[in-house]
């Protein structure tokens, strides 16, 4: 009875641990999570470089007519 027992739990486990291979095999097989996060991180990147270039180009325009704004100021007549 007891070599019945212990037989019935090595063959159960033995399924459950094979059940488990198969579903953690299938998750990793699965990628459309990864793809979700790379277009995540696509977006992100994408949005940096815009924020950064509209602060770039915000400073040169900033500056641009802070010169021009000097220019027109001053009254001496020579060329800007």
């Known amino acids: 009875m007891m ?3 212990y ?11 094979s059940k488990m291979h198969e579903r ?3 998750l990793a ?4 999570g990864a793809t979700a996060a790379e277009y995540a991180l696509l977006v992100t990147l994408i949005a940096i470089v815009i924020i950064v270039g509209a602060f770039a180009l915000g400073t040169s325009v900033n ?3 802070q010169q021009t ?9 020579l060329p800007c």
């Open 24 to 26: 953690f095999t299938e």
């Open 7 to 17: 037989t019935y739990l090595r063959v159960a486990a033995g399924e459950l641990r």
């Open 63 to 65: 500056d641009r007519l």
């Open 29 to 32: 097989g699965n990628e459309s």
């Open 69 to 77: 704004g000097d220019c027109v100021a001053t009254t001496s007549g």
């Open 3 to 5: 070599l019945q027992a």
